[in-house]
C-alpha cells in the first residue's frame, strides 16, 4: 500500500508529516482518470498512518491545468450521454465519485497545505479549496475554468470558496472563468502566503507542516472539526459544539503532558 500512479507520497515519519506530489503523465499535471480514482486511497491511506500534517505540491512546470477533458469524453462518453434515466443515474454516480476524494479530504483529521506554482486551473483549484491552507509561487494563476468549457463547477470550488474568499470574489472567478494571479488570488484570501519560486515554496510548506504537526493531534482534529462546523451553523451553534467537544475531549494525554511540562519547565512531549 501506498503506490499509486498519479501521486508520489513522501513521508516524514519523525515529524509526522507527509509531501503528496501530483506526478501525472505529462508535464502540466493534467487530472487523468488515475488521479480521479486514486485521490480518495491516497487520503485513506495516510489515515492509517501516524501523519497529522502533509503538502499536495508538484515537482512538474504546473501544479496541475486540471481534468484531462478529452480523456473523460472518451472513456465516458456513453454514460455522459445516456439518453435514459438508467444512464443519468450511472453519471451522477460517476460525478459523486469524483467528489468524494475532496470530501475526504475536508473531513481528514489530517491537516492538508496545498503548494501551488504556475498553472491551478479547474480540478486543481477544486483541490486546493478541499485544503485547510494554501500557499503559492509568484508565478501562480488559478481559475475557474470550468465556465469556459460549459461545466457548472460540480468538484468543490463552488461550494467551498464563498466561506474563504466570499461570495463577491468567488462569483468573479466563476462567472468570468479567467485568469487570475497569484497576488490577485492572495489579496482575496485565497492564499495564506506568496513565496518568490517553487523551491521557496516547497521549503515554506514544509516549514508550516512541520510546525503544525508539532501541535497535539487531537486538538488540530478539534480545530479542524470546528471550523468546519462553523462553515454550515451559527455562532450559538458553534459556541455550543465547541463546548460539548472540550467537555468530551480536553483532558487528553497531550493536555496532561502539557501540564506536568509547566510545572518541570521543560517543553511538553505530545503522543497524539
Not at 66 to 87: M, V, Y
Not at 170 to 194: P, V
Request: aromatic share 10%.
Amino acid at each position: 500500500m501506498g503506490q499509486f500512479n498519479f501521486f508520489e507520497i513522501e513521508k516524514q515519519s519523525e515529524n509526522r508529516t507527509a509531501i503528496i506530489y501530483l506526478n501525472g503523465p505529462d508535464a502540466r499535471n493534467s487530472m487523468v482518470w488515475d488521479f480521479w480514482k486514486e485521490l480518495p486511497e491516497v487520503v485513506d491511506y495516510l489515515e492509517k498512518t501516524d501523519v497529522k500534517a502533509a503538502v499536495f505540491a508538484s515537482r512538474k512546470k504546473s501544479f496541475s491545468i486540471g481534468l484531462d477533458l478529452n480523456e473523460f469524453a472518451d472513456k465516458f462518453r456513453d454514460i455522459i450521454q445516456g439518453a435514459t434515466a438508467d444512464r443519468r443515474m450511472e453519471f451522477l454516480k460517476l460525478i459523486q465519485d469524483m467528489q468524494s476524494g475532496f470530501l475526504r479530504i475536508m473531513q481528514s483529521r489530517i491537516i492538508f497545505v496545498a503548494a501551488v506554482h504556475k498553472h491551478c486551473i479547474g480540478g486543481a483549484l477544486d483541490l486546493i479549496s478541499a485544503c485547510d491552507l494554501r500557499l503559492a509561487s509568484e508565478d501562480a494563476m488559478v481559475s475557474l475554468r470550468e465556465t469556459k468549457v460549459a461545466i457548472v463547477a460540480d468538484m468543490c470550488s463552488l461550494n467551498r470558496l464563498p466561506s474563504i474568499i466570499g461570495q463577491g470574489n468567488t462569483r468573479m472567478l466563476a462567472f468570468t472563468g479567467a485568469d487570475f494571479s497569484a497576488q490577485k488570488c492572495h489579496s482575496m484570501g485565497l492564499f495564506n502566503e506568496i513565496c518568490a519560486d517553487q523551491e521557496s515554496l516547497l521549503e515554506r510548506a514544509t516549514e508550516l507542516v512541520n510546525e503544525i504537526a508539532g501541535n497535539p493531534g487531537i486538538v488540530l482534529r478539534g480545530v479542524k472539526e470546528q471550523l468546519n462546523y462553523m462553515e454550515r451553523h451559527t455562532p450559538e451553534e458553534g459556541l455550543n459544539y465547541v463546548a460539548v467537544w472540550n467537555a468530551a475531549f480536553l483532558d487528553s494525554e497531550d493536555f496532561r503532558e502539557l501540564q506536568s511540562a509547566f510545572r518541570e519547565r521543560r517543553r511538553p512531549v505530545y503522543r497524539s
